[in-house]
């Protein structure tokens, strides 16, 4: 598995959307951290 997929996000900046397929591929909860990290740091922004 290739861990720069892992962290991709697709965002949606008119409907407010933003997904990544971190939990779906990741092994366990730390391989996915960064992704929702990630996630969760444009959701922020996007809420602004």
């Known amino acids: 598995m290739c861990h ?4 991709i996000l697709w965002v949606d900046e008119d409907n407010k959307i933003v997904t990544t ?4 591929l990741a092994q ?3 391989q996915a951290a960064t992704g929702i ?5 444009r959701v922020l922004v996007l809420a602004e």
């Open 4 to 7: 720069v997929r892992l962290t």
């Open 21 to 24: 397929p971190a939990y779906m």
């Open 37 to 41: 990290e990630k996630l969760v740091s």
């Open 28 to 30: 366990d909860i730390a």
